[in-house]
């Protein structure tokens, strides 16, 4: 039973544009959301972070929107640059516990 | 810079044979992780230890262990690998427990023959 999932493998976008990773999950006692950031050979890199209190949070090229009605929760970069193609992966922690669940990734690839 | 390192990047083991998978932390952080990974799959987390207490998945198998003889160095055991042992296995470690960010080794590969 995946509580976090991440329905899209794969996404191609146009450098400059704009890049929408999206991550759905199915346990409204969720409440705090990380997106990280894997390129090959290397661990995964913390990107941003959102708690259930807010609806938006942004850090320079990155956005994080958050819809708890939705369950849903979607990754902007803007402008999107061949530097970004990485593997995205959602992963998000209910209240009082101690583990994150990890979504399966989407696979970037930033076209120049 | 402060990071967190696992040895070796890749590992190559016989059926049946023990391994053992090292991480270490220069962050000082009080929690580590072990996360299976296997290939088109979400990071699977097998176990955790905040400080020296240690805490089991109740999913892990058996053959899975855990060591962390101080601080900065956490080891995965694995007793007696299968064939469906062959994973990445990534190492975390974060300040406190959740929600914290947890920061990640570039991982461990395994192959069991």
């Known amino acids: 039973d995946q509580q976090v999932k991440q329905n899209s493998p794969s996404l191609s976008v146009q450098e400059g544009r704009i890049s929408i990773l999206n991550c759905d999950y199915t346990?409204?006692?969720?409440?705090?959301f990380l997106w990280y950031k894997k390129y090959p050979a290397e661990g995964p890199t913390f990107l941003i972070s959102?708690?259930?209190?807010?609806d938006k949070n942004e850090d320079g090229r990155f956005t994080v929107f958050l819809n708890k009605s939705a369950k849903h929760l979607s990754l902007h970069i803007v402008p999107s640059q061949p530097g970004d193609s990485a593997v995205y992966f959602c992963?998000?922690?209910?209240?009082?516990?101690?583990?994150?669940?990890f979504g399966t990734g989407t696979r970037l690839k930033v076209l120049a | 810079d402060a990071m967190v390192i696992q040895n070796p990047r890749y590992q190559v083991t016989q059926f049946g044979k023990p391994v053992t998978l090292s991480c270490s932390q220069t962050l000082n952080h009080n929690v580590m992780y072990w996360y299976q990974q296997k290939s088109s799959q979400a990071p699977k987390l097998l176990f955790h230890?905040?400080?020296?207490?240690?805490?089991n998945e109740a999913d892990t198998p058996d053959n899975f262990q855990s060591r962390r003889p101080n601080t900065s160095f956490c080891f995965l055991d694995i007793r007696s690998p299968g064939l469906g042992d062959a994973a990445m296995y990534l190492c975390a470690t974060s300040r406190a427990l959740a929600p914290e960010t947890q920061y990640f080794g570039p991982g461990t590969r395994l192959l069991v023959l």
């Open positions: 992963a998000a922690m209910g209240s009082g516990t101690y583990k994150y669940i």
């Open positions: 959102i708690s259930s209190i807010k």
């Open positions: 346990n409204s006692m969720f409440d705090y």
């Open positions: 230890y905040y400080d020296k207490d240690f805490n």
